[in-house]
């Protein structure tokens, strides 16, 4: 799954996401992905994942949000 159909996937369940390069931080893990959920009687939670690459931050998100129960489809 890319960034874009994760993304869209991650919509269609109310999940506020973002996915992010930033080259200010001079090639140190660069790429970010972030998502959180609103806090529904105080369920919310929120997961982020720096990396180097934009494929190995994919694989880091796609862990972190399946702690939460979102088992991303291939």
């Given at each position: ?13 109310n ?39 934009p494929e190995?931050?994919?694989?880091r ?14």
């Amino acid at each position: 799954m890319d960034a874009t159909a994760m993304l869209e996937w991650l919509l269609e369940r109310n999940v506020s996401a973002l996915f992010r390069v930033d080259p200010g931080r001079e090639g140190i893990r660069p790429w970010t992905f972030h998502a959180s959920s609103e806090p529904r009687h105080g369920d919310g939670w929120s997961v982020r994942a720096d990396a180097d690459s934009p494929e190995e931050c994919l694989r880091r998100a796609r862990k972190a949000l399946k702690q939460h129960g979102l088992d991303l489809p291939e």
